[in-house]
DNA sequence: CATAATTAGGGTAATTTGGGAG
DNA sequence: GTTGTCCAAATTACCCTAATTA
């Protein structure tokens, strides 16, 4: 079972998000991403915590490991992403 | 499971944390590792230490949304953990 | 005994960390 | 409330050659 439990670097995180490595950062000491410290204290990060938070919610099996992007979903229109229960953490007001 | 009292390699080691063997032995040089030393100068780490440093923050409670995933695994609890026996590392500063 | 792979050792660049302010 | 950039310091990654391991 593959899942990908590939660690990621805080630079490869942010790279895939787009955002700047201190931001990953930040959303580990929020706890909205689990994260691995290392002895020396760097942070590493787990593919498929990563993929997941990517995916949203997309359960889909895809296991591509060439640098292009898949296509797009080849099915009909936008669904849109209404669900997105999210539930998740946020909010705290 | 056992206690993985075997013996890893820093190659191993930097494997698991996705680092590079030689910041392994620079792990090992600085005390935040037990390392036991070959008669010819090499390190070996035990994988239950390096396990334990292992157990990252990581996202241990449910924190889906997903309404059909609850792999809940309500299973006894493991007995006889790993005692850890004398690995009493802990590098404090 | 010989070969291939890994590891140790030193040194320098790149990345990551933490806090502060916009 | 979140994100991006500034700083200084620490940790890590890659370069090399020699020794050890399998």
New interface residues.
């Given amino acids: 079972m593959d899942t990908g439990d ?4 805080p630079g490869e995180v942010a790279a895939l998000f787009r955002v700047d490595p201190k931001t990953v950062t930040r959303w580990a000491a929020a ?1 909205r ?8 204290g760097h942070r ?1 990060f ?1 593919e498929s ?1 990563v993929r997941a938070l990517l995916e949203g ?1 997309g ?1 889909l099996e895809d296991l591509e490991e060439g640098p292009e992007n898949r296509p797009r979903n080849t099915g009909p229109a936008t669904p849109g992403s209404p669900g997105s ?5 946020m909010g705290m007001h």
Same sequence: chains 1, 2.
Avoid at 6 to 9: P, V
Avoid at 85 to 89: H, Q, R, T, V
């Fill in positions: 590939r660690l990621l670097t706890g991403i689990g994260s691995i410290r290392t002895p020396g590493r787990r915590e919610e359960v229960p999210g539930a998740g953490n």
